[in-house]
């Protein structure tokens, strides 16, 4: 059975003892939504010289087709279900934009918000601090429609949330008509009254899938509800303790962008003064904020552990994060500079760069280097991120584009794919007309030619990387030019088509058929075949379940199904930037890969793991590159510095020895924290002289128990500063 191992050339020499073995047999499973068999990670360091975001896939309700000569006979049965009354269904988002999407297809009904500036006006609702309601009443098709919606659809703060309608999401026939409001949260306190524009509170006991609920009394009397879905993640989540505004000082393509750094504190800092910075990803329409980046940051308890472990997070969060990666990368730079000037003399930082964070942290501190400003970062930890590109299926994309005119989302997804980020990192780009011979689209090349000049890497910081994909050259399921999406429906009056298949491992083949044929009225259709491509759809990667979501679609017409669950979006070998080899590299037998990559220690799993997922395994090769010790920073602070030697022997059995240096005299504390970040020891809090020092721990922790087998860090803070050791405990 394969095993999980760790090794680093460093650790072998100086008698400080190897690190053979940090599990053996099957490591924990990751979180997968697949029933696929997993096997172990592997992964392997250099000798020494930390996310949602990111993929096109949501819920594609499909509008019955459309035609001027044949209006939509399905129309009046779909929109009377929501026509007001207490028993009416309960609506989802996506349905709610569907509705809102056809119903502003009405020529009388121009003048009503885009779903975009709807969105745009939801954002600004959600800084003030309150989830934003939207409402639709109108009359359709001999019948009234009457829909609400939460547009930012959960909430992580439960135990006291806001609601707020503002008049601008009100979209009504007769606005005047709206004589009273009435609201209830679904939290056991039923209807109260609210007036638009100012929030309402509402405090929850449990999180949940909740169905608040909209009352209108309109002025002739008639009264209508509308019941939406909304969904309680948690009661409550972190505060940040700052928020710092930057904006890119060098303007790309004449534009700069801007960006939002929340700052968590460690606990006891009252400043930055150990940061590790996260910059966010590809996030698809800009909803995320503080609350589901701390959810992202902190799977498996990661941001929680670096915090206890006196690690200080910033996370950006950019304004636009669909823009060029160039201009966000310059609002990073923007907050490295901040950093670099206010942290204390010797301190450095870590950058974690998930998904697309990944690019833009490479290339602003590469540009930084390449213009001669300082950034203190000591390590650049790249989390599944694209660096050879990353991957939407093409016959998807063209899916997409078909029924982009039927579908609200359809139409939202591809202004998406249409954005400057999704065209700089997708290998695969559709195109009007569809190109035979596929390729990335121009800005991609711009984008690499940017970076090239900028020297391409970073010199500075030890690089590293974490792919989710699979290292032992595992497949997502199915094989080149397989089907993965069948859409078949036909009747008397209406047929439908909308199949899609991966594209082939070169050849040629068909990867995306479309029609939409009303009798006697119209016939659309759309076959899309391509030659000569490179299997990316299959290929091992941190996956997407694009396929899945489709399949959970209602359709009016028939059943959209998926043949496969998920497709790879970011190749291991992108991941990694393992150059040279193909899409089924085997990098986890590959005893020449760290010489094929530009990163001085590398982690990929055995099978394939959702994009940007913290695993327990990944999760503690994060800490360890977290908290690697400062001596491997490239700049050393020129007076003494505070030092913690290797941990000996290690791995241990029984007693170990912390030797450490102080800088000046002063107080010192020593502890020992286990994976999680719990506090298992204190082995030493004291005041010290200066100089030399060694501390004995005899593995057990407050109880006087022996501490369990696994991965230890030895913590030493003295000064202000701190320094740490990692250490494995046998049984």
């Known amino acids: 059975m394969p095993r999980s191992v760790a090794w680093s050339a460093e650790e072998a020499g100086g008698g400080a003892g190897v690190l053979t073995s940090l599990a053996r047999g099957r490591a924990p499973a990751a979180r997968d939504r697949r029933p696929a068999p997993r096997r172990p990670a592997m992964h392997r360091a250099a000798p020494a010289t930390l996310l949602p975001a990111a993929a096109l896939a949501a819920s594609l309700a ?76 109108a009359v359709a098709d001999g019948g009234r429609t009457v829909a609400a919606a939460a547009l930012v659809p959960h909430t992580h703060r439960g135990g006291a949330v806001a609601f707020r309608l503002d008049p601008a ?11 009273r409001l009435e609201f209830d949260a679904d939290d056991g306190l039923g209807f109260r009254p609210l007036a638009l524009g100012a ?15 909209l009352r209108l009394t309109r002025a002739d009397g008639s009264v209508a509800v509308a019941r939406f879905a909304f969904d309680v993640r948690a009661l409550a989540a972190p505060v940040p303790d700052d928020t710092l505004v930057v904006t890119g000082a060098t303007p790309h393509l004449g534009g700069v962008a801007s960006a939002r750094a929340y700052v968590r504190l460690a606990p006891g800092h009252s400043a930055i003064v150990n940061p590790v910075v996260v910059p966010e990803g590809f996030d698809l329409d800009n909803s995320l904020g503080w609350d589901e980046l701390w959810a992202l940051l902190n799977q498996q308890g990661l941001a929680d552990t670096l915090g206890a472990l006196g690690y200080d997070a910033v996370v950006l969060d950019f304004d636009d994060a669909t823009d060029h990666i160039e201009r966000n990368a310059h609002a990073l730079v923007a907050l490295l500079a901040e950093l670099s000037s206010t942290l204390p003399p010797g301190a450095t930082a870590a950058l974690v760069g998930p998904s697309m964070g990944g690019l833009v942290a490479r290339y602003a501190l590469a540009w930084m280097e390449a213009h001669g400003q300082p950034h203190r970062v000591r390590a650049f930890v790249s989390f599944d991120a694209p660096h050879r590109g990353a991957n939407i299926p093409l016959g998807i994309q063209y899916w997409v584009q078909f029924f982009a005119d039927q579908s609200a989302d359809a139409a939202f997804l591809l202004s998406r794919l249409q954005t400057p980020a999704a065209r700089q990192m997708l290998v695969y ?62 009747n008397f009056v209406v047929r439908i088509l909308g199949n899609v298949w991966a594209v082939p491992d070169g050849g040629t083949a068909k990867i995306f058929d479309g029609r939409i044929r009303i009798l006697f009225i119209s016939d659309t259709q759309r ?21 899945t979501q489709m399949d959970t679609t209602e359709a009016p017409y028939g059943d959209i199904v998926a043949l496969h669950p998920a497709h790879a979006f970011i190749p291991t070998v992108s991941a990694l930037d393992v150059a040279g080899v193909g899409l089924f590299h085997d990098v986890l037998a590959d005893p020449d890969l760290l010489a094929r990559t530009p990163f001085a220690a590398v982690y990929a799993p055995a099978e394939n793991e959702e994009h940007v997922t ?44 912390l030797r450490f240096r102080l800088p000046a005299a002063g107080r010192a504390r020593l502890a020992v924290f286990d994976a999680a ?44 500063a701190a320094v740490a050791r990692r250490f494995v405990v046998l049984d």
Not at 115 to 133: H, I, M, N
Not at 460 to 489: D, K, V
């Open 677 to 720: 970040g719990r506090a298992v020891a204190a082995p030493l809090d004291a005041a010290l002289g200066a100089g030399a020092h060694a501390v004995a721990w005899d593995g057990r922790g407050a109880g006087g128990r022996r501490v369990p087998p696994g991965v230890y860090l030895a913590r030493l803070e003295a000064g202000g």
């Open 62 to 137: 499909l509008a019955p087709p459309r035609s001027a000569a044949a209006p939509d006979a399905a129309a009046p049965a779909r929109l009377a279900r929501f026509g007001g009354a207490p028993s009416a269904p309960v609506a989802r988002l996506a349905e709610w934009r569907q509705l809102y999407f056809e119903l502003r297809g009405d020529p009388g009904r121009a003048a009503w918000p885009t779903l975009d500036e709807l969105s745009g006006r939801a954002r600004a609702a959600r800084a003030a601090g309150a989830v934003p309601l939207a409402l639709v009443d």
């Open 527 to 547: 076959a899309v075949t391509v030659t000569g491509t490179l299997p990316y759809d299959h290929a091992p990667g941190g996956w997407r379940a694009t396929m």
């Open 169 to 179: 999401l009100v979209a009504s026939d007769a606005p005047a008509a709206l004589a």
């Open 614 to 657: 913290v695993t327990p395994a990944n999760k503690l090769w994060f800490l360890g590159e977290i908290t690697r010790p400062l001596v491997d920073a490239p700049t050393a602070p020129a007076a003494p510095a505070l030092a913690l030697s290797p941990v000996a022997p290690n791995p241990s059995r029984g007693a170990v020895a």
């Open 429 to 490: 780009h559709l195109t009007e007309p569809p190109s035979s011979s596929p390729g990335a689209d121009p800005l991609r090349a711009d984008f690499l030619a940017n970076l090239d000049a900028v020297g391409g890497w970073p010199a500075r910081p030890r690089l590293t990387a974490c792919a989710n994909g699979s290292g032992a050259a595992a497949g997502q399921g199915f094989p080149a030019a397989a089907q993965i999406i069948r859409y078949e429906f036909d």
């Open 199 to 213: 929030p309402l509170e509402a405090r929850y006991a449990a999180p949940g899938p909740r169905a608040p609920a």
